[in-house]
């Protein structure tokens, strides 16, 4: 019988088994007795198999609907297997806005291993059309980008990947499987940070690959297993345990960053706000717009005074946590791109991007309320200074 998600998540399948406990033990053991020599053990050693990862990787897989699922020591970890299945001289093409991390990883490291990489405008699949080559074996895509949430069609590069041959592999962080499945959609892998929403309480650092390619998975296997990607006995157990609230977190998240962003629309003091829900094409391949979302502070200057004035959010990187994070891309994620570039990416002072977590959506747009007040006033003291000192 097949379930539901939610229903998924929660249980162990222990029953039956040693003691019957509601979780499967953690099995902290990095190596199995065999009593047949040169017998085929279930386990033997624990970076290449065991049982915390076994029973994550499988809950992996049925999230994204996928055949084999496989959970890596972090994000990154996850996107480089995935990069170590290819060989010197291919060719892979991926978006001009992907993840910072994804973009050092192919220009700083993989191109001197002779691995080539082209970035497009993903916003027009037509672009990743253009730009194949010969040697290209896989389009790399991330929807919704971050920090400007622009989508990219799946379907339409899926369709591109499948006339070429070609491998599509989709970065699913933002949207979870719960709201976004690219292997319904026609990808072939996807790719997680289960650091942000599938972990969700801003403890572990992991990641997640999920095919239904049964080569693909043996060549992604030989990376986890040859170069110790897999993610570690004990971080599987507490993402798997993790796992089971995803379905409710990440459901009421998205409610309340709803909520946040009615509130936002209607404040004069907001400039723009980037949402997915606002975009059709993301509307036609997930359910919804998801619990993150940019805006702009028309006053750009007064983005340090809006931070102060804020009570409640962690200010740092990353997303997907049970307490809401405001992040400013500006000085952090893309601190790296040169100024000139930035500013003409829109990638602002006054931008921020919003995680929102799971505090009482009131009380969250109380603290915001009283920190636009702040950028407000202060805003109209400066723009009538402004007017005095011209006239
Ligand atoms: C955070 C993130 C990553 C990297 O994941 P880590 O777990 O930090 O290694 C990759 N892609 C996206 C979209 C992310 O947000």
Redesign the pocket.
């Known amino acids: 019988m097949s379930h539901h998600k939610a229903t998924q998540l929660i249980h162990d399948n222990n029953r039956g088994k040693t003691y019957q406990s509601a979780n499967l033990p953690l099995y902290y053991s990095s190596t199995y007795h065999q009593h047949e020599l040169g017998g085929q053990p279930e386990y033997d050693y624990a970076r290449s198999g065991n049982p915390n990862r076994q029973l994550l990787e499988t809950k992996l897989a049925e999230l994204e609907n996928g055949k084999y699922g496989f959970a890596f020591n972090?994000?990154?970890?996850?996107?480089t297997s995935v990069l170590l299945t290819l060989k010197a001289g291919d060719h892979v093409i991926l978006p001009d806005d992907?993840?910072g991390?994804?973009f050092r990883l192919t220009e700083e490291i993989l191109t001197k291993f002779d691995i080539h990489f082209t970035t497009v405008n993903a916003e027009n699949p037509e672009n990743f059309e253009n730009a194949i080559t010969p040697q290209t074996k896989l389009l790399y895509v991330?929807t919704p980008?971050?920090p400007l949430f622009k989508i990219t069609d799946i379907r339409a590069v899926a369709d591109i990947a499948k006339r070429h041959h070609l491998l599509l592999a989709v970065?699913n962080?933002?949207m979870t499987p719960i709201a976004q499945n690219p292997l319904d959609l026609g990808a072939d892998i996807v790719?997680?940070?289960?650091?942000?929403f599938l972990g969700g309480h801003s403890d572990v650092?992991?990641?997640a690959v999920v095919t239904n390619d049964d080569a693909f998975a043996k060549a992604i296997y030989l990376i986890q297993n040859g170069t110790g990607t897999g993610l570690s006995v004990y971080d599987c157990w507490t993402l798997t345990q993790h796992l089971k609230t995803l379905d409710v977190r990440f459901k009421q998240s998205t409610a309340n960053a709803q909520q946040l962003i009615h509130y936002l629309e209607q404040h004069p003091a907001i400039g723009k706000i980037y949402y997915p829900g606002n975009s059709t094409v993301h509307l036609k391949q997930a359910q919804h717009g998801g619990a993150v979302f940019g805006f702009k502070l028309k006053n750009e200057a007064l983005a340090q005074t809006f931070v102060d004035a804020l009570e409640i959010p962690l200010v740092s990187?990353?997303?997907?946590g049970v307490e809401t994070i405001l992040s400013h891309p500006y000085s952090m994620s893309h601190a790296a791109i040169p100024q000139p570039i930035r500013e003409a990416r829109g990638i602002t002072f006054g931008l921020f991007r919003l995680s929102v977590g799971l505090e009482n959506p009131e009380t969250l747009i109380a603290d915001l309320d009283h920190a636009l007040k702040e950028v407000y006033d202060e805003s109209i003291i400066k723009h009538s200074e402004a007017q005095r000192s011209s006239g």
Request: hydrophobic fraction near 40%; aromatic fraction near 6%; charged fraction near 10%.
């Open positions: 972090s994000g990154i970890s996850a996107i992907v993840y991390g994804t991330e980008s971050n970065d962080t933002f790719i997680h940070s289960a650091t942000k650092i992991a990641g990187v990353s997303l997907g």
